[in-house]
């Protein structure tokens, strides 16, 4: 049965947003135990390597940053200036939460992936981490990053990967099929929520893909980055 939160059309963003405002009060639980938390040490790398070589007064756009972590972390990591931009009203509204509790100077603002409001140049670095899956047109979302970027400057993309290994992709592929439409039953009483990851998957470019975009693009010093024996990719590229 095709999952209700998955669209190819016209659709795909509603439907993505209804997924993520059903997702956000427990979304942050949830991705702990999903990755067993190594998704906050895949993060911290992402914004290492975005901030890498930047300047003392970085600006950071963390695009379809949800409820704020890599935001947070390239304020931590010296940032001057980090804005976390996602159309998804309710995981904002708990990204504004966690501001507001510990007070950090970030900014966070609704926008479209596909559309964003900000001119030509006006970031050292941009971040997306499990975003960039869940677009209707993935090459203009890079397109988008990429005009936004200053020449030289750092993109780093985290998603979940498609590993080489036909081992550890059949395992890899096993323990979603068994943990996500359980942790859709426990968490929202919809299995379906987390099993969207998997249908998102099946369409999507995975690192492999996403690197000979980002060349195909022009980037420069592109690399990829296969935490968990490549059940996660993370992409870095440089405008030229």
């Known amino acids: 049965m095709p999952n209700k939160f998955l669209s190819h059309d016209q659709q795909r963003a509603p439907k ?7 997702l956000a009060p427990r979304y942050d639980l949830a991705n702990d135990l999903q990755s067993f938390g190594l998704h906050r ?9 975005a901030l890498g070589g930047a300047p003392a007064n970085a600006r950071v756009l963390d695009l379809c940053c949800g409820t704020g972590d890599m935001t947070f972390e390239a304020r931590r990591q010296g940032a001057a200036l980090t804005v976390g931009v996602d159309f998804a009203q309710a995981m904002l509204d708990v990204a504004r939460q966690r501001r507001d ?3 950090a100077e970030v900014f966070f603002a609704r926008g479209n992936a596909l559309r964003l409001p900000f001119a030509d140049g006006s970031f050292d670095a941009v971040t997306i981490g499990y975003g960039l899956r869940n677009v209707a047109d993935v090459e203009q979302c890079l397109r988008e990053m990429l005009r936004v970027l200053r020449p030289s400057g750092r993109l780093v993309i985290l998603d979940f990967g498609k590993p080489a290994n036909w081992l550890v992709r059949t395992l890899y592929a096993g323990y979603l099929r068994a943990a996500l439409p359980l942790m859709g039953w426990l968490f929202h009483r919809d299995p379906q929520t987390y099993l969207y990851i998997i249908e998102s998957l099946r369409t999507f470019p995975a690192q492999r893909g996403i690197e000979a975009m980002m060349r195909s693009a022009g980037m420069t010093n592109v690399r990829v980055f296969d935490p968990l024996l490549g059940t996660m990719g993370i992409n870095y590229g440089e405008r030229a």
């Open 16 to 22: 993505v947003e209804q997924l993520f405002t059903q």
């Open 41 to 49: 040490l895949w993060k911290r790398r992402v914004v290492r390597l």
């Open 101 to 103: 509790a510990v007070g």
